[in-house]
């Protein structure tokens, strides 16, 4: 049986930078089942987090930057306490409390210079290389 052709993502995903992701930002926002903290706190560090790689010029490829930050809202990282609780990948680094100023540290250090941010880091754990997949 024939799979149906899928429609060309190209514009898409050259559009998002998603060839040029450097980081991947996973950030608990607006739980189904707020445990971790506030309904309200998780959309202010959402907002801030949103707002600092734009007003930093990490959210998308430039001539001068060629690589970007992307950046998702995770329903719920499944840690469930101490929250906003943001992940970074590809470096596999949790952290807790993730409001604005511990927002900005793991920005400014953690994004930025590739340092983790040792004071909110509850765990680190890369991803480990994937087994060979048929090619995309
Ligand atoms: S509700 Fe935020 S990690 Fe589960």
New binding site residues.
Partial sequence: MNSPQAADLTPIIESLGIPQIQRHLFL?TD?T?????PKED?LTAWNYLKKRLQELGLDRPTELRPDCIFRTKAD?????TQ???LLVYPDGVWYRNAMPEVIEEIIQRHVLKGEVVAEYAIAQHPLPDPPPSPSV
């Fill in positions: 608990c739980p089942k707020p445990k971790c903290c998780s719920c990282l499944r840690v469930c929250g906003p609780i």
